[in-house]
């Protein structure tokens, strides 16, 4: 079992820049691919960014290519999400998951971005 739990969210102006983290209890996640994901009201989750266990590859979703970053650190069993030049259309609550045999089986409750114009 796996409790994820995020942090770092809040309200920032166009432009601004938020770091989140993910902190991992139960299990070490350093064996695991990490993802976040996004949901705004009345939409469906998507994809946002997703790092190898060993953090030697990323992928990120077109909307936040250039401007996101997501990184690790297993020693401190952490996942982090660099959000830098957020827009309005960033806004929404932010969730991580450990991806455990090919699928994202653990999730976190997530934490609210709010981006204002």
């Known amino acids: 079992q796996v409790q994820l739990v995020e942090s770092g969210g809040g309200l920032v102006q166009a432009g601004g820049s938020l770091r989140l983290s993910c902190a991992a209890s139960g299990r070490t996640i350093s064996a695991y691919a990490m993802g976040w994901f996004r949901q705004a009201p009345g939409k469906e989750r998507e994809f946002v960014a997703r790092?190898?266990?060993?953090?030697?590859?990323?992928y990120y979703a077109d909307s936040v290519k250039g401007r996101f970053t997501i990184s690790r650190d297993n020693a401190k069993n952490t996942v982090y999400l660099q959000m830098n030049s957020l827009k309005p259309d960033d806004t929404a609550v932010y969730l991580c998951?450990?991806?455990?045999?090919?699928?994202?089986?653990?999730w976190g409750q997530g934490t609210q971005v709010t981006v204002s114009s």
């Open positions: 998951a450990a991806d455990i045999g090919n699928s994202y089986k653990y």
């Open positions: 790092i190898t266990d060993s953090g030697d590859r990323t």
